[in-house]
């Protein structure tokens, strides 16, 4: 991916990006690299949650506090993982876009996004304890439980 990357023009480099979006989720430490985020984040990171409780149709808040303990700017990549309960008890991760930015020398930074629990064609909802992971370039470094309700 390196060589690709390096004389590639912004047309090129949009298709390499679309391309890698599944390995980037996944964590793909080679690939992370390639695109400048194979450094984890140094420096400390919270999640919380808006509820410890939510019903099917709502929707929970996340609330995410990023401090740097770098002397340099980092740029990171901040995804964050669902993992739904399925029909027959265990559970499905599913990666979700969150935040790309750089975070200075010793800032700190605060983050906000509502997750929806509306059901979709794609994915049924189903009650039961779930999780939120939080992933900064790859590395799961924060997690919070909540209930989902019918």
Same mark, same amino acid.
């Given at each position: 991916?390196?060589?690709?990357? /390096?004389?590639?023009?912004?047309?090129?480099?949009?298709?390499?990006?679309?391309?890698?979006?599944?390995? $980037?989720?996944?964590?793909?430490?080679?690939?992370?690299?390639?695109?400048?985020?194979? *450094?984890?984040?140094?420096?400390?990171?919270?999640?919380?949650?808006?509820?410890?409780?939510?019903?099917?149709?709502?929707? $929970?808040?996340?609330?995410?506090?990023?401090?740097?303990?770098?002397?340099?700017?980092?740029?990171?990549?901040?995804?964050? &993982?669902?993992?739904?309960?399925?029909?027959?008890?265990?559970?499905?991760?599913? &990666?979700?876009?969150?935040?790309?930015?750089?975070?200075?020398?010793?800032?700190?930074?605060?983050?906000?996004?509502?997750?929806?629990? /509306?059901?979709?064609?794609?994915?049924?909802?189903?009650?039961?304890?779930?999780?939120?992971?939080? *992933?900064?370039?790859? *590395?799961?470094?924060? *997690?919070?439980?909540?209930?989902?309700?019918?």
């Amino acid at each position: 991916m390196h060589k690709h990357l /390096r004389a590639a023009s912004p047309a090129r480099t949009a298709l390499l990006r679309h391309a890698s979006r599944s390995l $980037i989720k996944l964590g793909h430490a080679p690939t992370l690299s390639a695109w400048g985020l194979g *450094q984890g984040l140094r420096g400390t990171v919270l999640l919380g949650l808006s509820a410890t409780r939510a019903a099917v149709g709502g929707e $929970i808040a996340l609330a995410v506090s990023l401090a740097s303990s770098s002397p340099e700017p980092q740029d990171l990549l901040v995804d964050y &993982v669902v993992h739904h309960v399925r029909a027959n008890g265990s559970t499905s991760p599913k &990666v979700f876009k969150g935040w790309k930015l750089t975070l200075g020398p010793g800032e700190q930074r605060t983050l906000g996004k509502r997750h929806s629990l /509306r059901p979709v064609t794609t994915r049924v909802l189903y009650p039961g304890p779930h999780r939120i992971e939080l *992933q900064v370039n790859g *590395q799961t470094l924060a *997690q919070a439980d909540f209930e989902l309700l019918n």
